[in-house]
């Protein structure tokens, strides 16, 4: 039931995107098949440009063509000269079955072909660039999360002091200052300006070509500087959140016995504090790489690096529509596909976040909590037993340390 509730949940979102995409393209100025031609068009090609991508259908004819075009199953004519005539090339298909006038086929969404491309499939444009970005995404959110953790653990165990203050006022910066500024500046910084010590370029992709135009050469360091930009908005906002839920967890109870049991700093942030701070973080890390798709258009267009993103501006200032709506459906299909895939929270699983979240080390709590009606109740009365429990702890010990 609960996948069912969310592959209906996906598939009303994600038709509510296509509506939206379509006829917020469908109202602006000027008209496609000129725009295609250019000024080398006659009243002839002009014509025929309408007929072959349904420009001379009224809009609801067209969307509804849109959509047969986009969904697994659909509906075609036999009629050759009709739009959903199974031309040869255009439809990845398999007929399922036949009537006088039509065929119902299963077949791969057909996202139709570029304006500027030479009639290139749009698929074929986002196979080729798709890749790219998500190699970028990952690359950011492993630096995010890598050096957003070990500044929140730093800023946390020196709270107030100076090191904390810089970290705080660096994250600070990081969320508010936009990605595109941010790119701007590192390209011309470390890429231009500093680039005789680190040797890093302004623009360029994970694969370029050698000086004869040979073979494709692997360059990884060009992925160093859209990856570090890419990340420093999750960056800070990790950072600030490891240090929050730290300090939190540094404060409960538990941690203080385990000092007065002769654990090291070290000792009670691996064994403890870490692993109870870290449940936020690793539950927001889909979100972020969900959002990082969408983030990487300007970063990918002032680096040069070749994937979805600078694919989208390139296609907004030819107004390649096709392009555009293509690139932004398979961005929304990744969002809801991610959400989907999260996994459901089971009571176990729900109980440990909520009792890590109030600080309480303890099966007890994992097994009570049952219901929301019942989480605020169930975990006052076992922060209470807790409490207790740990006082007289601290009274054993204390008791231990007089006989020594």
């Given amino acids: 039931m609960y996948l069912f509730s969310k592959f209906l949940y996906s598939i009303i979102t994600l038709f509510g ?6 006829f917020l393209f469908s109202v602006l100025p000027g008209d496609p098949a000129q725009m295609m031609l250019g000024q080398n068009d006659n009243s002839e090609q002009l014509i025929n440009i309408k007929k072959k991508y349904a420009f001379d259908k009224p809009i609801g004819k067209q969307y509804l063509l849109y959509i047969n075009d986009l969904s697994p199953i659909s509906i075609h004519s036999k009629n050759i000269e009709d739009y959903t005539f199974l031309k040869k090339n255009k439809y990845n298909h398999k007929i399922i079955f036949q009537t006088n006038s039509s065929f119902f086929v299963i077949k791969f969404p057909y996202l139709r072909t570029s304006f500027t491309k030479q009639g290139k499939n749009v698929s074929e444009i986002i196979k080729n660039t798709l890749p790219n970005t998500l190699i970028l995404a990952v690359s950011s959110i492993f630096i995010a999360v890598v050096i957003g953790i070990l500044f929140g653990i730093i800023s946390a165990l020196n709270k107030d002091k100076f090191i904390d203050n810089f970290i705080q006022f660096i994250s600070t910066i990081g969320m508010s200052v936009p990605s595109f500024f941010s790119a701007i500046i590192f390209a011309w910084v470390f890429g231009f300006v500093l680039n005789q010590y680190t040797n890093l ?153 909520v009792c890590a979240a109030a600080g309480i080390e303890s099966e007890d709590c994992v097994e009570a909590v049952k219901t929301d009606e019942e989480v605020d109740e169930t975990i006052s009365s076992i922060a209470e037993n807790e409490k207790n429990n740990i006082e007289a702890n601290n009274q054993i010990l204390e008791s231990e340390l007089l006989l020594k």
């Avoid at 995107?17 to 379509?22: A, G, Q, R, S």
């Avoid at 929050?244 to 654990?263: C, M, P």
């Avoid at 701070?277 to 690793?282: A, E, K, Q, W």
């Avoid at 096709?322 to 929270?345: D, R, Y």
Wanted: charged share 20%; glycine share 6%; aromatic share 10%.
């Fill in 17 to 22: 995107v296509v509506t939206v995409i379509f």
């Fill in 201 to 353: 370029n302004m623009t360029g992709n994970i694969y370029e070509l050698d000086d004869f135009g040979e073979e494709y050469i692997f360059k990884l360091k060009n992925l160093i500087l859209p990856s570090i930009v890419l990340g420093i908005r999750p960056l800070a906002v990790i950072s600030q959140l490891m240090r929050n839920e730290l300090l939190d967890v540094l404060s409960q109870d538990y941690i203080r016995t385990a000092r007065s049991k002769g654990l090291t700093e070290y000792q009670i942030i691996k064994r403890h504090a870490l692993k109870n701070s870290l449940n936020p973080v690793i539950t927001a890390i889909s979100g972020w790489f969900a959002s990082m798709l969408a983030g990487a258009v300007f970063v990918e267009y002032i680096f040069g690096w070749n994937g979805l993103g600078k694919e989208i501006v390139n296609a907004l200032n030819t107004l390649d529509l096709p392009v555009i709506m293509g690139s932004v459906i398979v961005i929304a299909f990744m969002f809801i596909k991610i959400n989907i895939l999260k996994p459901k929270e089971t009571p176990d699983v729900a109980g440990k976040l």
